[in-house]
């Protein structure tokens, strides 16, 4: 059965809020044994999380623990969170502490326990099953090899079971193991590093199991070296604060990626400042996105979000298939940054009985499934990449994996793929060869005007080993193709870069873009071009690619009439006079009045053969929105042409960096002027 789970409450403002008991950790093991499946549990503890205010008094502090009845057990100071052991409901008193002068949130501890995904027992009867390592061949590990294998300078931290020390797989890369797990409550496991579970040495094998070896497996950075965290007891479970104590413990002590196969659905600012905490040292925190992309009576939803992967900045994983599908069970999310192989994962596991042993697990090496395996994939992954440059910050070691990683599912980001499954060749390989770039399209409208122009602005980190100097050759352009994949436009308008580019750093560009005048689905692909060299995508760079819809005038809702007030049809040359004109809306889509794209009326001068004389002419800006059905009414300032004769001023409106409205089908109002020398 499920436990309801309990509540925390912050004086920041925040609502009642689900805390963390129910913390699961984001793994599907293969057991033999038919239940197969631990429900959330409720709290095992009795102690209160606090974060006091910073100008909060030491007498304000010790009043607001008497409060409670309770007494200081222990304190993250790299966090700010104090833990307060109290023999009460830890639920009511962190209610009561928000009440407190100097309190600025509490939640209760709660417990972090093993989710598990339905089990097939064909995994443990052929444990190999003749895919072997499969992940590390169709994620290129292998081919990655010959640039790194791993440096021993690069720290890896696993916050999990602990590990077996003495495996003979892991015994090369391991530093000594350490644990933050503090209270085991009633489930009789012993308090020490050892892994009695066999999660936390299944994950450790997939980053850094020994290559190479003549036996088991090899781990996807061999080379590394790797800090076990003990943070969860025999069963699976652990607190909070044993695991945001492992995440500052890893930060503090080196590790410059720090793997966390945890997931829960309840938000835990103990949680999120450990996060942070790791995030501001320089640590790339990666976590596996969850379990919940299947219906499952250990998920309150599908699909629920899960913490930490949800927080900003984390390294979210999901799990593929060895078809390269979504596995069954990740879950799908906007969180979502990549995803790995996380289905029939061989690793090791203790040499000895653990607890899962007991329940059908195999001794020395076995099978797991889970984003658990996915997450440790992208863990050694992110190793291997700072072996090879370890200068890289995690926000650098993160762009990489993303733009680097094979796009799956719909073209550009999904919630099925993130990014796409990562590639470790192309990640290893593209960024040290001449030319790199990572696009970040996410501020890209998705519809566009046919035939229109659409303004766009394009982050591009330069990850090229040359830095792009200002208004060079080097410059983005862009591509079209068309539902069927086929070329429509190759060679775009060109934007120049404006400043300098460094070696891995990043300017947000606006570009023009001109769309198809044909409606339908295309896919628009932005490029780095190398003028007279080559284009970036030539040289196995991956485009930034955005799924588009080109829409026709009536699709986008634009529609228009225009009712000017004339009072003669003379006018001299060369001079201006104004013009009152009430436009009214037919669409079906607002006009803004204001904003980066504001809708605007202009006019061009049109000769009687049809000659255009004036395109563009002068412009005046909407008074307010103007709503479907609705008018406005603008002075337009006219400059008429330098020459004596009969001309057409052909009124139009045009939303700015978007389309003319003539463009999409919207017709124009003529009026007729003799334009006479003055």
Request: hydrophobic residues 45%.
């Amino acid at each position: 059965m499920s436990a309801r789970p309990a509540h925390a409450y912050s004086a920041r403002g925040r609502d009642w809020v689900r805390s963390s008991v129910g913390l699961l950790i984001a793994l599907a093991l293969v057991l033999l044994a038919s239940e197969g499946s631990l429900a959330r549990a409720a709290s095992a503890t009795s102690d209160v999380l606090v974060t006091f205010t910073p100008d909060a008094t030491v007498s304000e502090r010790e009043a607001a623990v008497r409060a409670i009845g309770g007494v200081v057990d222990d304190e993250i100071k790299a966090i700010g969170v104090t833990r307060i052991a109290l023999a009460g409901d830890p639920r009511a008193a962190a209610a009561a502490l928000t009440h407190q002068r100097g309190v600025a949130a509490a939640e209760a501890d709660g417990v972090v326990r093993l989710d598990f995904v339905p089990n097939d027992p064909l995994y443990l009867s052929d444990p190999y099953s003749g895919l072997g390592e499969w992940g590390l061949r169709i994620v290129k590990v292998d081919r990655a090899w010959d640039l790194t294998r791993g440096s021993p300078d690069v720290i890896v931290a696993t916050v999990d079971t602990g590990v077996d020390a003495n495996h003979p797989d892991l015994v090369g890369a391991l530093l000594a193991p350490a644990q933050t797990l503090r209270n085991a409550g009633s489930s009789g496991c012993a308090i020490s590093p050892v892994d009695d579970n066999s999660h936390g040495t299944h994950v450790a094998g997939i980053i850094a199991a020994t290559a190479n070896n003549g036996s088991g497996i090899a781990g996807v950075a061999s080379g590394v070296k790797l800090l076990s965290i003990k943070a969860l007891d025999c069963t699976g479970a652990g607190s909070l604060w044993d695991v945001a104590s492992g995440i500052t413990y890893a930060a503090d002590h080196g590790a410059r990626v720090v793997n966390v196969s945890i997931g829960t659905p309840d938000d835990s600012f103990t949680l999120q400042s450990a996060v942070e905490y790791a995030q501001n040292k320089g640590v790339l925190v990666v976590a596996a996105a969850g379990n919940c992309g299947t219906a499952s009576s250990k998920c309150a939803q599908l699909n629920e979000p899960s913490y930490p992967a949800a927080y900003p900045g984390v390294l979210a994983v999901g799990a593929t298939a060895s078809d390269d599908r979504r596995a069954f069970f990740s879950t799908e999310a906007g969180f979502l940054s990549v995803v790995a192989p996380g289905e029939r994962i061989v690793s090791t596991t203790p040499t000895y009985a653990t607890w899962q042993s007991a329940r059908g697990m195999t001794l020395n090496y076995g099978l797991m499934s889970g984003t658990s395996q996915a997450a440790p994939f992208v863990t050694g992954l992110a190793a291997l990449i700072l072996s090879a440059d370890p200068k890289l910050t995690s926000v650098q070691v993160m762009n990489r994996i993303k733009a680097t990683a094979d796009d799956l599912g719909v073209p550009g980001f999904d919630t099925s793929y993130g990014a796409g499954r990562v590639n470790a060749l192309r990640a290893l390989s593209a960024p040290g060869g001449t030319y790199g770039a990572v696009y970040d399209t996410s501020r890209v409208p998705p519809t566009v005007p046919a035939g229109g122009i659409l303004a766009a602005t394009v982050k591009i980190t330069n990850t090229s080993n040359f830095t792009w100097t200002a208004n060079s050759a080097v410059r983005l352009a862009y591509h079209w193709n068309d539902s069927a994949g086929v070329a429509t436009v190759w060679d775009g308008v060109r934007t120049p870069i404006p400043a300098d580019i460094p070696i891995n750093g990043s300017i947000d560009l606006p570009a023009t873009v001109a769309a198809p005048k044909a409606p339908g689905r295309y896919t628009l692909r932005f490029d780095m071009v190398r003028e007279g060299v080559t284009w970036f995508s030539g040289t196995g760079v991956r485009t930034g690619d955005v799924p588009m819809a080109v829409a026709s005038a009536a699709a986008i809702g634009l529609g228009a009439t225009y009712a000017p007030a004339v009072r003669t049809s003379s006018l001299v040359v060369g001079t201006q006079t104004l013009l009152a004109v009430t436009v009214t809306n037919t669409g079906t889509a607002p006009w803004g009045a204001t904003g980066p794209q504001p809708v605007r009326l202009s006019y061009h001068w049109v000769a009687p053969g049809g000659a255009m004389v004036v395109w563009d002419g002068a412009r005046v800006g909407l008074p307010s929105n103007v709503a479907p059905g609705s008018a406005a009414t603008v002075q337009l300032p006219l400059v008429t042409p330098a020459s004596p004769g009969v001309f057409l001023l052909r009124l139009d409106l045009v939303q700015e960096g978007v389309t003319w409205f003539s463009s999409q089908g919207v017709a124009t109002t003529d009026l007729a002027f003799d334009v006479r020398a003055g």
